[in-house]
């Protein structure tokens, strides 16, 4: 049997907004899968397109953008 | 004043603020079950708990009335679970002598008592909700998660009606003054039901608008595009009709009808403070009648009683932005009283120098459990164990609570044993934590920058509580991840940069000369710079208040503190020309009567003010009989002339809200009341008439307006699209509107016609662009948050007040003036601003000097300078925020962020991406 696909997603977030938000979601113990990581960066301007191409070219499935 | 001796009763927490964690384990498991009190009973909570996840301080507490073992003897179940032994259930409340050189009020509002909500069906009627709790079901963190349901069958509502003016302009329960804040939080909450539930069907029944506020206009038409029903009219009661609620109310014709509803809203007024009576007795401190803090028009953040200060709405009804905005100008008194002793009792930390680290890195990696936070979920020891085989990772150690006293303690010994020089601690997250670990590795000798976190708690354990092992594999993908970064991590400087200790007020009105007493109050040289001949600006013109306070004094004794003031120095006839520069350091030349000169300076307030609107309607200019109401206040106050005013007719908002200016300018309700009761005092049997709007004379100012319409003044209202008509006849001016109440046309044939001008601002563009701060769409300055933020701009180091901000009336002005003095005290207190490490940096080699990075950083913190022939990019280290804009733009890749280098997020995703 196939096995369920389970994407390996790169999660970057703006450290004052969706960072923040996704420890609340902690504290709430909101329970999400467990598929997403996340790298924090200070604000999503310092969004380089490189950062999405990147992380696609070295086997991410998906990219999260948050800010 | 300057010595006051204070004693305060603190109540027990039972929980030890400084051992407790914030985990939560004592709420998990604590047995008294009782209804949430912090969310109006909407749902349920613990004897120990925390009323709301950002609650500062972050731990928890016990309820002695609620817990078991306080009321019973029995329990203590918490204390066994609490794995850091922070619950002390023996704790008794302490008093405290504290010795203050002043105080602060600021106990906040108190709630309309239920027996006022009870008229309107409250506590009888399930489906009648206060605006409290309406609020609570429209939010995402609220007791239904953000789904608006009826208390009674938990069914979706289709239509809901807000009441407004609840508890408040209602002199039968005792409260006939405007709480202000109702109108624009019951528009808030309609505008986020719909966005919610775009179906549902909101109406408002108000008396009068009052969306006074700073752009609070824009949020009532974006209300009204979102199919939100304003219905002028007061309700009179609420009936059960079935399964819905019946409300019976007049309209504007005074027709008398009947509508249903699924829910009903109360958005209740701002009472005073529950025991304002105690701590005035206990303070020594005057009420006024409403059992608010009494302050005078001219001095709102002073008490009656000399150095103790008052903030927020125990000054009276006022908003968040009001609030905040008062509390700094408290604060920035309380900092003239305690100037001689600023600094005197701070003790300054110190740390061992840097060690010089090898090139070599070695990280140690430190895994904490949380108690069972983390550990309950994730393996922690084959976490642990997957980080020792990392490269570089020299020494991995698994910490109950790393964050605890002793295991800091612990940290600092392995990072010198085992010669560690980055260090990456894989616990909660870096927002509330890495700082309390920076500081631990500094005390080892190591630059604080060398420091990474791993969040395996609030994006791990917490959330696939439910999937253990596949947390235990994400939280060795963070570790990964961090250790990657760590790797490339270096230390970098920790800079203090000089602030030079001098202030550069723009603008000599009321505000600029507040503010400028203040700052020059608390001893820092200050430069005040005036466009016209003198000081004073708007109030200059103006004769009376409504409080009945004298406007000319008030300018006379200012100007000449001002004049007197030795660390004051004014220029008037001068305008500012240049400014470079950033906080700390900035350069301007000034000019005055063709003379420049050049002033270094550390700070920048912003209060050029702004000037009363020039109508062009209903025949101003063309005939005599038609003044501004600033006009007929100059008519009134030369008493002869006065005399001989009989009939006047007021027209309001004239050229505001809509008509050539958008927004609504504050001040121009209560000054037509004001001049109106003015006329009837000097001439008892006058009559005059109002057309109106909306009555915006919010606060205590509701008073007065009552008083004018027991006084026999008459208010017609009028819509926007249906104004008053003037035209002249034979000499003489006649107004002709329609009268909603009798259905029919009047005409009116005044001797005087006032207009209620607003407020337009002064020219901004040229110094908005000077200094990079930004102006709204109406031409005021924008400040940074309009809440958090409201007398700063984005860019450090400049801030705002007065009419520059935006149109409000002389109290307000100075509050805000003395909030802006004490804001940017702030920085000449401190005497240097300190850079955060995560600033960009450039690389002059690399750099092409396309100037992209410097258009688009919204701090100013980023500026063009010649290196030999070429441009050049260089950070303002002073102002920058780390933000990465110029770093995510830059075509050369030579800016770099400290911290977040291109490097050390690209480690991180290729790290993600090997499988463990």
């Not at chain 2, 009190?37 to 349920?44: F, G, I, T």
């Not at chain 2, 934590?433 to 420091?451: M, V, W």
């Not at chain 2, 400040?783 to 520059?804: C, M, N, Q, T």
Request: aromatic fraction near 6%; glycine fraction near 8%.
């Amino acid at each position: 049997m196939l096995q369920s696909f389970e994407p390996k997603i790169v999660g970057f977030l703006c450290n004052w907004c969706c960072y923040a938000a996704a420890d609340s979601a902690g504290v709430a113990r909101f329970q999400y899968p467990p598929n997403i990581r996340a790298i924090r960066i200070m604000c999503t301007g310092r969004m380089d397109p490189l950062f999405i191409i990147d992380a696609l070219h070295v086997g991410a499935d998906a990219v999260f953008v948050g800010g | 004043m300057g010595n006051f001796a204070a004693k305060v009763r603190r109540q027990p927490r039972y929980i030890d603020l400084d051992l407790c964690t914030g985990c939560g384990i004592c709420a998990d498991y604590c047995p008294a079950i009782v209804g949430d009190a912090y969310r109006e009973n909407l749902a349920l909570s613990k004897a120990a708990r925390r009323d709301y996840v950002q609650a500062v301080p972050a731990t928890y507490y016990i309820d002695p009335e609620q817990c078991l073992f306080q009321s019973h003897e029995m329990c203590r179940i918490c204390v066994s679970a609490c794995q850091a032994q922070a619950i002390n259930l023996y704790e008794h409340e302490d008093m405290l002598d504290l010795n203050v050189g002043a105080v602060i009020l600021a106990p906040g509002f108190g709630r309309i008592s239920e027996e006022v909500l009870a008229k309107y069906g409250y506590g009888r009627l399930p489906d009648v909700v206060t605006g409290v709790e309406f609020e609570l079901l429209t939010s995402a963190s609220g007791p239904t998660m953000g789904s608006i349901i009826r208390p009674s069958d938990s069914e979706h509502p289709h239509a809901v009606a807000f009441l407004q003016c609840i508890g408040t302009r209602d002199v039968s329960c005792g409260n006939g003054y405007c709480s202000s804040v109702c109108c624009m939080y019951a528009i808030k909450e309609a505008i986020v039901a719909k966005e919610h539930e775009p179906d549902l069907k909101i109406s408002i029944f108000y008396m009068d608008m009052r969306t006074q506020g700073k752009e609070f206009d824009y949020a009532r038409q974006r209300a009204r595009e979102k199919g939100i029903r304003f219905v002028r009219s007061r309700v009179a009661g609420v009936k059960e009709n079935g399964k819905a609620l019946e409300i019976s109310y007049v309209d504007e014709a005074g027709k008398h009808l009947k509508e249903s509803f699924d829910m009903v809203v109360l958005p209740e007024g701002l009472e005073s403070p529950r025991d304002a009576q105690g701590l005035a007795e206990t303070s020594g401190i005057e009420l006024n009648r409403y059992d608010f803090c009494r302050t005078h028009a001219f001095s709102p953040l002073e008490t009656s009683r000399e150095g103790i200060f008052v903030a927020g709405a125990f000054q009276g009804p006022k908003d968040v932005p009001e609030s905040v905005t008062d509390a700094s100008g408290a604060a920035a008194l309380a900092a003239e009283v305690l100037k001689e002793v600023r600094g005197t009792e701070v003790e300054t930390k110190t740390y061992p120098d840097e060690i010089e680290i090898e090139d070599e890195p070695r990280i140690g990696v430190f895994v904490c459990s949380c108690g069972t936070n983390i550990g309950g979920v994730v393996d922690v020891k084959s976490v642990a164990e997957y980080a020792e085989t990392m490269d570089n990772v020299v020494y991995t150690d698994m910490n109950l609570y790393s964050c605890a006293q002793n295991t800091q303690e612990t940290i600092t010994e392995k990072i010198k044993e085992h010669r560690l020089n980055r260090v990456v601690v894989a616990a909660c997250t870096p927002r509330t934590h890495e700082p309390l670990f920076q500081e631990t590795i500094k005390d080892a000798g190591l630059n604080r920058s060398l420091f990474e976190m791993a969040n395996i708690r609030d994006h791990c354990s917490w959330v696939h509580a439910m999937v253990p092992e596949a947390a235990t594999e994400k939280s060795k993908d963070l570790i990964r991840m961090a250790v990657a970064k760590a790797r490339g991590l270096e230390p970098l400087p920790e800079q203090k940069l000089p602030v030079i200790q001098r202030a550069l007020v723009i603008g000599g009105g009321i505000a600029g000369m507040t503010a400028a007493l203040n700052i020059a109050g608390q001893g820092f040289e200050c430069v005040l710079v005036e466009e016209s001949e003198a000081l004073g600006g708007n109030l200059r013109r103006m004769h009376a208040t409504l409080t009945g306070d004298d406007p000319k004094k008030l300018l006379e004794d200012t100007e000449a503190k001002v004049r007197s003031h030795p660390l004051i120095k004014v220029y008037t006839e001068a305008t500012v020309d240049d400014v470079s520069g950033y906080v700390g350091n900035f350069i301007t030349s000034i000019s005055t009567n063709g003379t420049t000169e050049s002033v270094e300076h550390g700070v920048i307030l912003v209060t050029t003010g702004g000037k009363p609107y020039e109508p062009t309607q209903y025949l101003y200019g063309r005939s005599d009989q038609v003044v501004t109401q600033g006009e007929l206040e100059e008519k009134l106050a030369g008493a002869e002339e006065a005399k001989g005013i009989n009939d006047v007719v007021m027209i309001q908002c004239v050229g505001s809200r809509g008509e050539d200016l958008a927004y609504c300018s504050k001040v121009c309700c209560g000054q037509a009341v004001r001049n109106a009761l003015k006329i009837l005092e000097i001439n008892p049997s006058a009559q005059v008439t109002v057309f109106y709007r909306d009555m915006r004379t919010y606060g205590f100012m509701e008073d007065y307006y009552q008083l004018a319409r027991e006084k026999g003044v008459m208010f017609i209202h009028f819509d926007m699209d249906q104004p008053p008509e003037v035209t002249e006849k034979q000499g003489r001016i006649q107004i002709e509107c329609l009268d909603k109440i009798m259905g029919e046309k009047i005409v009116l044939e005044p001797d005087l016609l006032a207009l209620s001008v607003g407020i337009v601002p002064s020219r901004s563009e040229a110094l908005s662009k000077m200094l990079k701060t930004p102006l709204t769409a109406d031409g005021f300055f924008l400040e940074a948050h309009p809440k958090l933020r409201p007398v700063e701009f984005s860019v450090d180091g400049i801030y705002l007040g007065g009419l520059a901000h935006g149109p409000k009336p002389i109290s307000e002005s100075i509050a805000q003036a003395a909030a802006a003095a004490g804001k940017a005290s702030i920085p000449l207190a401190n005497g240097h601003v300190t850079v955060e490490p995560i600033v960009s940096f450039v690389d002059v080699g690399t750099c092409i000097g396309c100037g992209i990075c410097e258009t688009l950083c919204p701090y100013a913190a980023i500026r063009m300078i010649k290196v030999g022939k070429r441009k050049k990019a260089e950070t303002i280290s002073a102002s920058c925020k780390g933000c990465g804009i110029c770093a995510a733009h830059c075509p050369s890749l030579s800016i770099s962020m400290g911290g977040f280098t291109n490097e050390q997020i690209l480690s991180q995703i290729k790290a993600l991406c090997e499988s463990a």
